[in-house]
């Protein structure tokens, strides 16, 4: 197979102590963003936490040469090999999944025949647009996660396509189709032969047409309660149209039910203002009314011990948790009084959160692009902590521990993209991936699939 240019991502090495005040040289902030208080080349800012952005280790092509680099990753997964995998939501993109082959180039994965052509996204039904409901194929991928190999399941890459891609009228304003059954699903991939072993979709009362599937995670353990033995995957519902909660999946059976459907904890904050690079933004879609953003629950992770699940929106500054047992807990009439009844609030952490990692030692690893940063919650002693912040963290969109002891981070300037900015592109190529030497000798969570 012939491999395609990198999109727009460079790996950046972020892997050094904070224990100095340390220069760093800045990327180019995308184009509008004029109101700067530090040197546009150079830069010396105060410590944070643990870790620091440092040496860079990119040979990317010069990606001003053609209309292929113009992606910009979202989900992101590390394997146990090293191979880096990146998922592009659709749109016009080329495909939706791919996988890092060098630092200049990558491909689709785990082939292209998966990866529908843009032409063939989506269709329409009485003038109502919605994507189309192929299951053996990739519509438009959000997320991505691997679980380690165990005794009875290969190395596992799992995919989460929400079957909604988005479109474009006439005018070139933006909308985004609803799903219909089939498109949405959840696929496992063998990282041993790169093949696909298993698919899983959703019944209508359990993925809404305007249900968008965000995020994911796994506990794989034969004895985990309420479950067949086969392991259970707990899935995000984000919609932005009303209806954001947790969708749990039994990965032996295929069965699939909510839990927190608009419960307070899953949704958006009210009115909420965010800043980016010392600017406040709202949602400027080109043809809709200025808004603010509209996402509820976004960021999840699990406990190394599998008994606690954090999350929180998008647009709120609070983390919460809730008892997996709760999350499973389906078959009874009381199960969702249940799991409202034991979310538990653990605070403000001092601003809004996108996607969430944990590591072995237990810290819940939290994005936090208004401050260019990742801080970590610290369920020992009940506090935020700061650990890396770098001026080049714009918009830390999904991040993945490796085996190897490094999180690895995917940034892609997403408040300056056009569905943001009237229909204007503001950001600055390239896109990135950085890396950063995990605290304490932490690394990738494995206890949950043993």
Not at 8 to 21: G, L
Not at 93 to 101: A, E, K, P, S, W
Not at 200 to 207: E, G, L, R
Request: aromatic share 10%; hydrophobic share 30%.
């Amino acid at each position: 197979m012939t491999s395609m240019p990198l999109g727009s991502t460079a790996v950046i090495e972020i892997a050094e102590s904070m224990t100095n005040t340390r220069i760093s040289v800045l990327p180019r902030y995308p184009k509008q963003k004029q109101l700067y208080h530090v040197n546009k080349k150079r830069s010396v800012q105060p410590c944070l936490g643990r870790h620091w952005v440092g040496s860079i280790f990119t040979t990317y092509p010069d990606w001003r040469s053609g209309p292929e680099y113009v992606k910009w990753p979202i989900g992101i997964a590390v394997a146990s090999d090293g191979r880096i995998f990146t998922t592009y939501t659709r749109g016009d993109y080329d495909y939706t999944l791919g996988v890092v082959v060098n630092e200049t180039a990558e491909e689709p994965y785990p082939n292209r025949a998966l990866n529908l052509p843009p032409d063939q996204l989506n269709t329409s039904w009485h003038g109502i647009p919605f994507g189309v409901g192929t299951e053996d194929a990739f519509i438009s991928v959000q997320a991505v996660y691997i679980t380690s190999q165990t005794a009875s399941r290969p190395e596992t890459l799992w995919v989460l396509d929400t079957g909604r891609p988005t479109i474009h009228n006439n005018r070139g304003e933006p909308s985004m189709p609803y799903a219909q059954p089939g498109g949405p699903k959840l696929c496992a991939i063998s990282l041993a032969n790169n093949t696909v072993y298993r698919t899983y979709t959703f019944p209508a009362d359990v993925h809404f047409p305007d249900s968008y599937l965000n995020d994911l995670r796994f506990d794989l353990r034969s004895n985990v309660s309420d479950t067949t033995g086969g392991g259970i995957a707990y899935l995000v519902d984000s919609s932005n149209e009303g209806r954001p909660g947790f969708i749990m999946v039994d990965l032996g059976t295929g069965e699939s039910w909510r839990r927190l459907t608009q419960d307070p904890s899953v949704l958006r904050g009210a009115e909420d203002v965010p800043s980016y690079q010392g600017h406040p933004f709202y949602l400027r879609q080109k043809g809709s009314p200025t808004q603010w953003q509209l996402e509820g629950l976004d960021g999840i992770q699990l406990s190394p011990d599998g008994k606690t699940m954090y999350y929180s929106p998008l647009s709120t500054n609070y983390l919460w948790s809730v008892p997996t047992a709760n999350l499973r807990e389906h078959g009874n009439a009381l199960a969702e009084i249940h799991a409202h009844a034991n979310v538990s609030n653990h605070g403000q952490r001092g601003g809004n959160a996108n996607g969430f990692e944990g590591d072995s030692n237990g810290l819940i690893y939290q994005l936090m692009p208004e401050h260019n940063a990742v801080y970590y919650y610290d369920p020992a002693d009940g506090q935020t902590h700061g650990f890396v912040r770098d001026p080049r963290i714009l918009w830390p969109d999904g991040a993945s521990n490796g085996e190897d002891g490094y999180m690895y981070i995917n940034i892609n300037q997403l408040p300056y993209q056009p569905a943001w900015n009237n229909g204007q592109d503001l950001r600055t190529y390239p896109g990135a991936i950085l890396r950063c030497k995990l605290p304490g000798n932490g690394t990738k969570i494995t206890s949950l699939y043993e």
